[in-house]
């Protein structure tokens, strides 16, 4: 035996006693196996790794092999078995008579398996690697006692499997069922039954879309789903096609259900794009605890507790109109009213106007209608909502009225969405417009009057402009007040309301003098109250507030200009 021969055997027998890991062994079958066309030599060469892994995984010894083999290739995501073919030295056909022990360890998940049209490719997940170098057989988790924030973890790797086309729709359906079974406590699964989505044994087509949908949003958070994210999850492509013209047409079980609306493009809805509504977001992801945008702050929201009662004087039409708004915003009246309009197939929303000059009492009426009838306010300040991002905006404005429906479905009463000082949102629209700025706006505009559509609640919006208003917003509107400067004696009224210990005829003198509005008969009773108590409580009479009066006017050359606030 010469020297050369003696250290191969040396090495063997080291390699022989030497304690063996699954990576090694792994290593050996592939060394022994290269050329061997699997025949009976090799399999009495490898007997020893062979059978290391077919104790420790409990595979056959072709699964040992295969297995081996694909793990010397788990760098290549698309394994086709000529590869292992050409390792062998053998035909392929002879690797796919043992497509039955191939087929085993995709079941266990050791090996996916990819499904083209054209071929069939395998790769070995990360995680079995990570098994086999701990020297650890790998087995699947089985998804129990999980989260829903876990649940669509998962979730997300059944839908990427189904992307990559290694699990056909019979296996998703599978994996979703056995996922579902295993966590059927969760309120999602709990929703997705309810809503006749998920059924024993199966899940209906439009329950697959809408699972597909949810996971998109979720893992995603992709609230704008095009068709194209899930037509290719369906077995056939007749049924993405039916579920595709149902919902362009809005005919879609989901959108009967309240589960799923159009997208917005440009503030109209666009009928190639949907999302989840607030409805599907707040019920069937409930556990989620979904910030619908953002919560409403406690700078939006107005408590009715908390508003200060005060009496208001309105002119005679004025008066009758805004007390049919009250009659109507009684909670009673309200879901009365509600009611036989949605009987009737009308809409059920509440769009109100509050136009006029400034002062005339318009946010104030507002308030005091939300006091009377129990009704908290949302309050939007659409100066703030403005973004300098072109494009922020318009998320702004969608996650307002997100906002806005989340608190009325949550509300036991209603509340009411208050646009104050919407001069600037409901003018009119910029014909071909260019810029960015003019683009955005028309956006934002657009975006409301779709949202003033389907508006469920009860929305006023005050202005003291309404010559420039676009025709849409008009339109949308059921309810336009106007409040008109005070008549005499309604400003006789609110002198004394203001300041009791005005006389009669003093405060009709002061009515017939001033044409003042509310706001600005306010203001003066203020300052003369701050007078008094920087002053010591000498109030002058009527002169002083006379003064007081005449530092409402701007004078110039003579000619009294009055001037709001």
Not at 6 to 34: D, F, H, P, W
Not at 300 to 326: M, T
Not at 512 to 536: C, M, P, V, W
Request: proline share 2%.
């Amino acid at each position: 035996m010469n020297v050369k021969t003696e250290k191969k055997e040396a090495v063997k027998v080291v390699n022989k006693n030497e304690r063996l890991t699954l990576l090694g062994a792994i290593e050996q079958i592939v060394e022994l196996s290269e050329g061997s066309n699997l025949s009976d030599d090799f399999y009495v060469k490898a007997k020893r790794y062979v059978n290391y892994v077919c104790r420790k995984l409990g595979v056959s010894k072709v699964q040992a092999v295969m297995l081996a083999l694909f793990v010397d290739n788990c760098n290549d995501y698309r394994i086709e078995l000529r590869q292992l073919a050409s390792h062998l030295g053998c035909r392929t056909v002879r690797i796919i008579k043992h497509g039955a022990e191939i087929d085993d360890l995709v079941r266990r998940k050791i090996v996916c398996c990819r499904r083209d049209r054209d071929s069939v490719s395998y790769r070995v997940p990360p995680e079995v690697i990570e098994a086999f170098k701990r020297n650890e057989a790998y087995v699947a988790a089985e998804p129990k006692n999980l989260t829903c924030d876990e649940l669509f973890g998962v979730l997300e790797d059944i839908f990427d499997s189904r992307e990559r086309e290694e699990l056909s729709y019979d296996d998703l359906m599978f994996e979703l069922l056995t996922l579902f079974n295993n966590n059927s406590s969760l309120e999602f699964v709990r929703q997705l039954r309810r809503y006749g989505l998920l059924r024993d044994g199966s899940i209906t087509p439009v329950g697959m879309l809408f699972i597909c949908m949810a996971n998109i949003f979720v893992n995603n958070d992709d609230d704008n789903i095009s068709p194209h994210q899930f037509e290719d999850v369906f077995r056939v492509k007749s049924t993405a096609r039916r579920l595709k013209n149902e919902l362009s047409h809005g005919e879609c079980e989901l959108q009967e259900k309240g589960l799923v609306e159009f997208a917005n493009d440009e503030g109209f809805a666009d009928r190639n794009a949907y999302r989840l509504t607030a409805k599907a977001k707040q019920e069937v992801l409930a556990e989620l605890d979904i910030n619908l945008a953002k919560a409403v702050s406690s700078k939006e929201l107005i408590r009715h507790g908390d508003i200060a009662g005060k009496q208001l004087f309105y002119n005679e039409r004025e008066s009758r109109q805004v007390a049919r708004l009250a009659e109507l915003l009684d909670e009673n009246r309200y879901a009365e009213v509600r009611s036989r309009l949605k009987a009737a197939g009308m809409r059920t929303g509440f769009a109100c106007l509050f136009y006029g000059a400034p002062g005339t009492g318009k946010t104030e009426t507002a308030l005091q209608l939300a006091k009377q009838t129990g009704r908290d306010i949302m309050q939007v300040n659409f100066a703030e909502m403005k973004s300098c991002w072109v494009g922020e905006s318009e998320k702004n404005v969608k996650a307002l009225f997100d906002r806005y429906r989340a608190l009325a479905d949550n509300a036991g009463v209603t509340p009411i969405l208050l646009f104050n000082e919407a001069d600037a949102l409901i003018g009119k629209r910029q014909e071909g417009a260019e810029r960015a700025v003019e683009k955005m706006e028309n956006t934002i505009q657009n975006i409301i009057l779709q949202e003033m559509e389907k508006l469920d609640g009860i929305l006023i919006a005050t202005t003291n402009l309404t010559q420039n208003m676009d025709k849409a917003f008009e339109r949308r509107f059921l309810y336009k007040i106007e409040f008109c400067k005070p008549c005499v004696e309604a400003k006789c009224a609110i002198w004394k309301a203001m300041m009791p210990e005005l006389g009669d005829a003093d405060a009709k003198e002061l009515a017939g003098e001033y044409d003042f509005s509310g706001g600005q008969i306010e203001n003066i009773a203020r300052k003369h109250t701050i007078s008094n108590i920087l002053y010591g409580g000498a109030d002058g009479g009527l002169a002083a507030i006379t003064e007081l009066c005449d530092e409402e006017l701007i004078v110039k050359g003579g000619t009294k200009h009055k001037i709001g606030f």
